[in-house]
């Protein structure tokens, strides 16, 4: 059984930051056997799932949406099935629940939510002004 757990949300003011982490096991089939990537996305009520991040399973190439580049930071810890999310320079935007997702496509091009197969629960990160 797969499972991705995130931790790490909170409500912070503007300007600080948080770490989000997402731990995840039971990938140990098919193709997610040689590696898998990891991703962040973030979903705010009425609107669509937003791509955030991705990183591939050497860690090389990460990929950021522009609304995030240079202030928020992917990383993963292989021997810990995890993946973190550094978030710098919060703003009131950035309000929303955070997701992280494990897709078995290596390339940086696949960004989009059904690209990724595995999805966890959401964690809630509140910026207040």
């Known amino acids: 059984q797969v499972q991705l757990v995130e931790s790490g949300g909170g409500m912070v003011q503007a300007g600080d930051s948080l770490r989000l982490s997402c731990a995840a096991s039971g990938l140990t089939f098919g193709t997610y056997t040689t590696g898998y990537t990891m991703g962040w996305f973030r979903q705010v009520p009425g609107r669509e799932r937003e791509f955030i991040a991705r990183?591939?399973?050497?860690?090389?190439?990460?990929r950021y949406a522009d609304s995030v580049k240079g202030r928020f930071t992917i990383s993963r810890d292989n021997a810990k099935n995890t993946s973190y999310l550094q978030m710098n320079s919060l703003k009131p935007e950035d309000t929303a629940v955070y997701y992280c997702a494990v897709s078995k496509y290596g390339s940086s091009r696949y960004v989009g939510v059904s690209d990724f197969d595995y999805w966890g629960q959401g964690t809630q990160v509140t910026v207040s002004s």
């Open positions: 990183i591939g399973w050497s860690g090389n190439h990460p």
